[in-house]
């Protein structure tokens, strides 16, 4: 069996090169890897994921993942928040069921591919994406901003920047003009030092379609109060929230949380009673994202990505509610991550390599 080593540089010409039609393949297979672990018993095979954080404040998240198909393990390091500049770097190691060395890839980028995957999960059923707010300005921004274009670039009319430092807003905003000028879409940055930010941010945040929160912040971007008539009305955003990964840390009010779940125009795909926040895993939801655990959500009203989609594919037909709650209703996602994702996006990477020639191929490890 061949084995492939695919490096940063070979992972980013491979992910660069991908059409609208090889994401949609990709997000298929990400779909069905969500349902078999939430639905159909996949995550009953997965080892605990692990975390060590030294003196030095540097985090290594250890995640270890199977599937029919493969197995395989993400090492990923993630900088103090002192250390400016560093980014997450790691790798992927995939074999297949048996233990065979299938491939090794340099994780930074796929990590952000396969994390802003999950979020696109539930955009092509929306019905309104004109305006697009992604918070944050590193990779994970990069390739929300990037996959929403690419998914649903023509809808989008107008795509803003909001971050901490001008310096790398400008950075993002000059690499995404390119795919926000192919579609005609208007691009701008919002920067927290910039004058009247307070006031702009809501503006921009009560007119936005989609939100996407990409920041390791600990405490709210925005406050739960600029998203209340929203609330009321029980009619978008549609956000996305895949930053916070400890107790400590919240990028969304966990108060908008709980007007979620509380919320009379909520809907339950489960048919249990208020709104729901959907998650890629709970239990993971439940140790690390600070916006559930300090906003005290309820069980409940927390449904996996993988439920919902195995609940919309077969009970729609009869249920309006969902299908208006999926197309126009509030909807938070919120992701920590699974290693299951990175060995499906990891599999499905290897073979388009192998398929393109892409990275180094050796006859075995
Ligand atoms: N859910 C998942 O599966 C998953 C996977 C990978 C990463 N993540 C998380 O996603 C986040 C972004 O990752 P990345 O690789 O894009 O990181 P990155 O390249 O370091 O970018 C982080 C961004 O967040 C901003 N930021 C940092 N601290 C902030 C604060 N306290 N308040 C507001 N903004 C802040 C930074 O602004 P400046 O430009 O001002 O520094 C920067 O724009 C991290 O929290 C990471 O742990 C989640």
Redesign the pocket.
Known sequence: MSFSVISNTAVKSLLSGLTRTDVLAIQSTLNRTFVEYSVNNEAAYQPHRASVTRPDGSTTLFMPATSSTSVGSKI?G??P?TA?G???AGVLVLCDTEGNPRGILNASEV??F??AL?SMTLLPRRERVSNVVV????????WHARLALLLRGSDVKSMTVV???A???EELVEQLRPFTSEVGASLAALN?SDQGYDRSLKELVGAADVIFC??????P?FPASYLDQAVERGEGPYIGA????KPE?K?LDPGLFQNVVTSKTGCHPKGGSGGVIVV?TKEGAFQEAGEIIQGKIPSENIVEIGELLHIQKNKEAQDPSLDRWLTNGFIIYK????GV?DLAIGEALVNLAQQKGVGESLPAL
């Open positions: 990923i993630i900088p928040a400016k560093k980014t997450l990590t952000g396969r994390t999950g918070f944050g300005a590193g990779k994970q921004a990069f971050n901490r430092s310096q790398r807003s927290a990409t920041t390791p912040a600990t405490s971007l895949i930053g916070s990964y840390m990028e890629d992701s920590v991550g699974m994702m």
